[in-house]
Structure formats: structure tokens, C-alpha cells
């Protein structure tokens, strides 16, 4: 999945694609790298960060949705009115970082429309949640609140089967929260939904490197995060440099062929 954020402010790509045509053109080059799915997203949920109004995140991704008409595009927004929009432009899936708990009325327009929905864990809100997040387990924790979730969606009509989760890497969470999650992935995979990883350009990267004030993870870094996530069963990876995980990855997949 190739990130396209239509936002001033992402933490690591915000501003390079504003323009509607410089995102459709970023898009189709994802695509053409081999990226099965193009994530577009008009709201930063980057740490600190406030919402966007709904007609401000509506034209920023309407027209790049329009562009893309016909590829697989998958819609990064807690918005019901946004996702409706975009799914009636040919999207096929809802990236919703609340996991369908900000809008009421997002679930039942995923379920009519029975598009795929990844469901994503975040303690605490965008703004303040990098401030002191807190765990007894975070794996279990994480796989208690997807489970919740999902269990949530199919009440509201989704179809179960259409489901992925995602443990939200960076949402609420340390360096070593984030590493616990990878490390212990196969236990949120056995909730039996397939398994979503963003871990690409996060500052947990940088952290680990020994940038301790770096706001964004390099290519190279979020490969190798990539690759531990894939080989502890991740589905789907959520990234920004798209040639260099499909390389990295498919020699992974080799591995194991
Ligand atoms: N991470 C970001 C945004 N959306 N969706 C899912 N399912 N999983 C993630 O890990 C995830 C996500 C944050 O990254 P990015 O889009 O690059 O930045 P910003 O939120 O600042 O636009």
C-alpha cells in the first residue's frame, strides 16, 4: 500500500503532493513500482496534530480521487461523508485510524458500500498521544481492542471477511511499544483477519538509529522494519517508497517460497 497524503503538514511527506496532479502523478508511480493499493488521505494524523474540516479534507481528495479513477485506491479518512464520496469515485477500502469510533455513521457506509475496512488501534487522539502512553501489555491490550472492533463492524453490517487490522505503529506509543508489536505480530494475526504494518519513515526509525531528535525514519530503515513485519506476518505494509519495499520484499517472499 503506497501512502499518498494530500496534506500541508504529514510528518514526513506533507506539501509534496497538495497539488491534485502532483498527487495522481505520485499515485500512478506507486502503482507502476507495484504497489497494490494507492492509500489517499487529506488529514494529518501526525503527533500534535488537529482534524481538518470536512470541506477542506473533501477538496483536497476529491480531485485526486477523480484522477485515479479505476486503479485500487484505498481512502485514509475517519469521515463518513469523505469515505461516501470516495467510495462512489471508485475507492475500495476505508483507512480509519479511529477503527470507526469518530464518526457514527462511517461504519454503515463501508457496510453499504462492502468495501474493505482496516480497522487501526490508537490510544489517546492524534494531538496529545505521543504525551505519555502507557501499557501493562500493549500486545494484548492492542489485540483486545481489535477484536472489540471488529466484533463492532460486523454488528454494524461490514462483512467480516473484508476486515484487516492494523496495530496502529506510532499511534500512542514508545519506541519499544512498537517493537513489542512487530515482534509479537503473530499474535494479533491469529484474531484471523490479515494484518496491516505502517511502519514507514516513523521517528521510531530515526530513534533507533540514534537520532534521538529525528521526526522521520529513512527509506532504508522502514524496509527493514517492513521485512520483520512481513516475516512475523504482516499482509499488507503501509509505506512511502514503494520500489524499494516491493524489491525488498519480494526477496523476502522468495525466501520463503
Ligand atoms: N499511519 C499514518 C496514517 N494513516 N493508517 C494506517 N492504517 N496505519 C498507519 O500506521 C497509519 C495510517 C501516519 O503516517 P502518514 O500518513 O505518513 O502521516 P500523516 O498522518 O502525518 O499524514
Redesign the pocket.
Known sequence: MG?V?V?P??????GVHLHPAAAVTAALGMLDAGAALV?V?G????PG?DGVPLDEELRRVVPVLEGLAGRPVSV?TAKAEVARRALGLGAEMV???TALRADPGLAGVAAEAGAYV?L?HMQGE?RTMQESPHYDDVVSEVKAFLEERLRFAVSEGVREDLVCL?P????GKTLEHNLELVRRLPELAAIGRPV???????SSLARILDDASGTVGTAHASVGAAVAAYERGATIL?V?DVREHVEALAVAKAVYA
Open positions: 501512502v497524503n496534506t503538514d504529514s510528518f514526513s511527506d506533507g492509500d488521505g488529514e494529518s494524523t501526525r496534530s485514509d483507512n480509519d485510524v482496516c487501526m492524534p492494523d496502529g505503529i506510532g499511534f496491516l504494518v505502517g511502519f514507514s519513515r516513523k503501509r512511502h
